[in-house]
């Protein structure tokens, strides 16, 4: 039971880069960004690829740098070649494929078997004992979620904060929206391409189709944390995500260890759930406009 905690732990905080990010471009920029399937693998790519070659630590860094780069792309297609952005993020998706091969040696598979990680050279150090995979990927973690807390209160961070408000009151206000989005997006995903980045070292391993669905586990992620923690300032999101994360690995780690529901079945039950949470306001009004309706029948039929 404590190994179960201790890896829903892990992968919960590991993951919650992800959520960090599509907080920033989906609940802030309000951008359906598609481009995270595969800049979560570019991020394992370049990282696994970069530790194999005796460089780590700066494995992070560079992954990060990579992940802005694709952010770039998504954003000058969005904002310079007027593609939509669902569109732009699907088509930077599929050309990122090609570029994770490239990264990992034109191989689907990159194993860092007897390489070593930044987890390992942490490990000797002798911090957190037998937990020190969970104390690095939380170090990690919380210095990210705090650089995001405190960019987006500074003027840039509110400039991105008010493009994602009323884009048209930006630009009145002299502000280029299309540099704030590009920003933004170049932000978030070097935030999952770091995501990808502790997950490969820590795995110790990077596959090509390792990113395959990890958009809806990071939106499943986000709505739980804020279904938990609610919603309001920046912190209060960032809070909500890593929440939202261990909580949604833990759900994962449960299922998995009574079978409750099909393991088979467990990404359309998260794709049912996160569909359902998107669309509840909607629901909202609609059956509070159902109940109106109702009760004015019932009051004219009394009449």
Not at 286 to 300: E, L, P, T
Request: charged share 10%; glycine share 10%.
């Amino acid at each position: 039971m404590l190994f179960i905690v201790q890896t829903a732990l892990e992968l919960g905080v590991m993951y919650a880069l992800v959520s960090m990010a599509l907080f920033l471009s989906y609940r802030i920029l309000d951008i359906a960004d598609l481009t995270t399937d595969g800049t979560f693998v570019l991020g394992l790519a370049v990282s696994v690829s970069l530790a194999a070659a005796g460089h780590p630590v700066l494995a992070f860094p560079a992954a990060m740098a990579a992940g802005a780069c694709a952010g770039f792309v998504t954003a000058f297609l969005q904002t310079r070649l007027g593609v939509p952005s669902i569109l732009a993020g699907i088509i930077t998706n599929t050309g990122l494929y090609t570029i994770n091969l490239m990264a990992m040696g034109w191989s689907s598979n990159v194993s860092l078997l007897r390489q070593e990680t930044a987890f390992t050279l942490f490990r000797s150090t002798g911090i957190g004992g037998d937990w020190y995979e969970l104390v690095l990927a939380g170090i990690i973690t919380v210095l990210a979620g705090v650089a995001l807390v405190w960019f987006l209160g500074t003027r840039t961070g509110l400039s991105i904060r008010a493009t994602g408000d009323n884009r048209d009151m930006v630009r009145a206000s002299s502000i280029n929206p299309t540099f704030t989005i590009t920003l933004g997006l170049c932000i978030a995903n070097a935030l999952t391409a770091l995501s990808g980045a502790v997950v490969g070292q820590m795995q110790k391993t990077a596959d090509i189709n390792g990113g395959t669905g990890i958009v809806v586990i990071g939106l499943a992620c986000l709505i739980i944390g804020e279904t938990v923690v609610g919603r309001g300032a920046i912190w209060r999101g960032v809070v909500a995500v890593i929440v939202g994360s261990i909580i949604y690995r833990f759900i994962y780690a449960i299922v998995l260890r009574t079978g409750i529901v099909p393991i088979e079945c467990l990404k359309l039950v998260t794709a049912v759930i996160v569909a359902l949470a998107i669309a509840m306001p909607s629901l909202k009004k609609y059956f509070a406009f159902q109940k109106r309706k109702m009760a004015a029948s019932r009051r004219k039929g009394g009449r």
